[in-house]
């Protein structure tokens, strides 16, 4: 059933349809609505399970750790500085091999304090071992969350996922959006039955202390889990698409490829906006298209090779920057073409950091401005001269 | 010992780990003036002292970490730490 909802009510509802046992999350901008509307389910008594109240991000992701480890299914929700609060217990999550489903509605991190949307957060865990998919709009911000614990419970995978949704771009914004039903829900997602949990009669030990004998063997292991995820990721959207009728590519996704001389690649919000760029550039002739990157972690080499390897041209548009190497998507699909014959010319630009406007005029000047010459360098694209002065005044003095 | 994937172990794994190679010195016993006051097996950080009689005291070299802290407390200075070369 189709109901006109906000983003963050969307997924507060598809993470209720999930039925966990426990929920665990602490309020955050823009985060705050999916767990406003948790507590309130959760008081209204639609949410049946246990929605723990914690003081900190490092709580609510220790209580979901603790929670997991008995054979909850568990949830939380953050953004920014929590998702930082929260990472020594994310790596732990991960390498204890616990299925948590973790909502990030992304946003800038600090300094200077800024509460709006750039991917910066979910790219510093990019190593913790979660598994990483972005949403572009709140239909699939919802649905990736039925499909995010069918695929962290999977016995081949059992990893965390993180569900990505550009913060306030998405969470705060209303759409139109198929809302299935609980025994919808129930017959694509099963009850989580894990192998190992804590249990009196059965005395068990998570997060043991293994030596320079045995760590790089299990952390071997964990590499090879993320490896197991690709072929359950696609056995999974398959099997949605089958139940619901929607899909949304499985590790990528693309528009208007077909005879495309120059491909943008992007992930989250603003591949709407670069479709709709697309169909302006395309009225005036410029060949353009665009790949959609849906899952970053595990991130699909093989994928992504295959769909850009007869392109000429590449533009990587990033929404945060490893500072001292520049965009970090850039780098990752770069990497995906070493020991190919044939490359495409990959130029990377560093664009909306801190929830700055990505309109359609960015992504056409970006396109009109292709030099078809190689930069290594990242781009940071349309800084305004205006904040700058001091800043290069200083720079002229030292 | 064989790990799964989580490093999940059946309770009382940390039996398997023998520390005893993480030391530099290990704690030797003088028994001469102890006075059976059980402060170095109540401090014991990894509680591997036991007691073998009444005023005679042992370590469980499998397991202590060499620090020290019986031989700092003893308060008749019983214990002698001595460096262990191979």
Same mark, same amino acid.
């Given at each position: 059933m189709k109901k006109y909802i906000e983003g963050s009510m969307a997924v507060a509802e598809a993470v209720t349809l999930c039925k966990p046992n426990v929920i665990s999350a602490y309020p955050i901008t823009p985060q705050t609505h999916i767990v406003e509307d948790l507590s309130q389910m959760y008081a209204d008594g639609v949410f049946k399970g246990q929605f723990v109240n914690v003081e900190s991000e490092f709580s609510a992701a220790s209580v979901c750790l603790g929670a997991s480890v008995t054979g909850a299914r568990a949830y939380t929700a953050t953004t920014s500085q929590g998702l930082l609060l929260m990472s020594e217990v994310l790596f732990n999550i991960a390498g204890m091999r616990l299925p948590i489903v973790l909502t990030c509605a992304?946003?800038?991190?600090?300094?200077p304090i800024n509460i709006w949307t750039d991917h910066s957060d979910a790219m510093a865990l990019r190593d913790s071992g979660f598994i990483q998919l972005y949403a572009e709009n709140n239909q699939e911000a919802a649905d990736l969350h039925y499909q995010a614990y069918k695929i962290a419970e999977d016995?081949?995978?059992?990893?965390?996922?993180?569900?990505?949704?550009?913060?306030?771009?998405?969470?705060h914004s209303f759409e139109p959006i198929d809302m299935p039903t609980q025994e919808e829900v129930d017959a694509f997602l099963p009850s989580y039955k894990p192998e190992h949990y804590l249990d009196v009669k059965h005395p068990m030990s998570f997060g043991s202390m293994v030596g320079e004998d045995g760590y790089m063997e299990v952390r071997h292991y964990l590499e090879e889990a993320?490896?197991?995820?690709?072929?359950?990721?696609?056995?999974?959207?398959?099997?949605?698409?089958?139940?619901?009728?929607?899909?949304?590519?499985?590790?990528?996704?693309?528009?208007k490829m077909e005879d495309a001389e120059t491909v943008i690649v992007a992930m989250g919000s603003v591949i709407g906006t670069i479709k709709d760029s697309i169909d302006l550039m395309r009225k005036n002739g410029i060949k353009v298209g665009l790949m959609k990157v849906r899952t970053f972690r595990?991130?699909?080499?093989?994928?992504?090779?295959?769909?850009?390897?007869?392109?000429?041209?590449?533009?990587?548009?990033?929404?945060?920057?490893?500072?001292?190497?520049?965009?970090?998507?850039?780098?990752?699909?770069?990497?995906?073409?070493?020991?190919?014959?044939?490359?495409?010319?990959?130029?990377?630009?560093?664009?909306g950091l801190g929830g700055r406007d990505i309109t359609i005029k960015?992504?056409?000047?970006?396109?009109?401005?292709?030099?078809?010459?190689?930069?290594?360098?990242?781009?940071?694209?349309?800084?305004?001269?205006?904040?700058?002065?001091?800043?290069?005044?200083?720079?002229?003095?030292? | 010992m064989s790990l799964n994937h989580g490093a999940i172990l059946k309770a009382g794994s940390s039996i398997n780990n023998k520390t005893g190679n993480w030391r530099n010195t290990k @704690?030797?016993?003088?028994?001469?003036?102890?006075?059976?006051?059980?402060?170095?097996?109540?401090?014991? @950080?990894?509680?591997v002292i036991y007691q073998e009689e009444k005023k005679k005291f042992n370590v469980d070299l499998d397991y202590c970490k060499g620090c020290g802290i019986c031989a700092e407390e003893c308060p008749v200075k019983d214990i002698d730490m001595v460096s262990e070369e191979k």
């Open positions: 992304n946003r800038a991190i600090s300094a016995k081949s995978v059992r990893l965390p996922v993180m569900v990505n949704m550009d913060g306030f771009t998405l969470t993320m490896n197991n995820a690709m072929p359950v990721i696609e056995k999974v959207s398959k099997e949605f698409q089958q139940k619901f009728g929607r899909n949304y590519g499985i590790f990528i996704d693309t528009y595990p991130f699909p080499k093989k994928a992504i090779a295959d769909c850009l390897k007869n392109i000429k041209n590449v533009i990587v548009i990033d929404r945060a920057s490893s500072v001292g190497a520049g965009g970090i998507l850039a780098g990752e699909i770069r990497a995906a073409f070493y020991g190919n014959t044939t490359v495409p010319h990959v130029n990377s630009y560093i664009v960015t992504i056409t000047d970006i396109v009109g401005g292709f030099a078809n010459v190689k930069v290594q360098d990242s781009q940071f694209v349309e800084l305004d001269k205006k904040y700058m002065q001091f800043g290069e005044d200083y720079l002229k003095t030292v | @704690p030797v016993y003088k028994h001469d003036k102890c006075t059976g006051c059980t402060t170095c097996e109540r401090i014991c @950080p990894e509680g």
